[in-house]
């Protein structure tokens, strides 16, 4: 549950390549990891996995998202070729709960690993589908 919003908001959404193809095991690890880290910090957004990339959405107080950015996401050993395309000042949270989902093999079919509902996982695709085309 996010904390009532006392600084203005701020929104980095980056991409990176997967250094390996990870289990759900392992993206369930680090689900958890960052919802954690999230909850404490009052950060939301979405990781979005699918076989090679992820897509990351950060929503927060400015200096917390750039310091999380700049300190451990682009830091981690878990993917390379770390790079942030869009961040901005945002009036209001676009994903308000911190949620995980990722393509699987089997068609290209998202599997979903925090229970999802349809409108969210198809405002996770929208999102990035319009990030990546502008």
């Known amino acids: 549950m996010i904390k009532n919003e006392i600084l203005p908001l701020y929104q980095l ?7 390996k193809v990870f289990s759900v095991r392992e993206l369930k690890i680090i689900f958890e990891t960052a ?3 999230n909850q404490t910090w009052n950060v939301s957004g979405t990781l979005f996995y699918n076989q090679d990339l ?3 959405v950060l929503e927060g107080e400015k200096n ?5 950015f700049n300190d451990h996401i682009s ?4 993917h390379t070729h770390v790079h942030c395309f869009f ?3 945002i009036e209001k949270r676009t994903f308000p709960n911190w949620n995980m989902a990722f393509y699987g093999n089997n068609n290209n079919e998202i599997i979903n690993l925090y229970q999802l509902n349809d409108d969210e996982i198809r405002s996770i695709e929208n999102f990035f589908q319009d990030k990546i085309t502008t």
């Not at 917390?64 to 999380?68: D, G, M, P, S, V």
């Open 13 to 19: 959404v980056c991409i990176s390549k997967a250094v």
């Open 35 to 37: 919802d954690i880290f």
């Open 54 to 56: 992820f897509f990351q």
């Open 64 to 68: 917390t998202i750039k310091a999380l």
């Open 75 to 78: 830091k981690d050993k878990r």
């Open 87 to 89: 961040e901005s000042p």
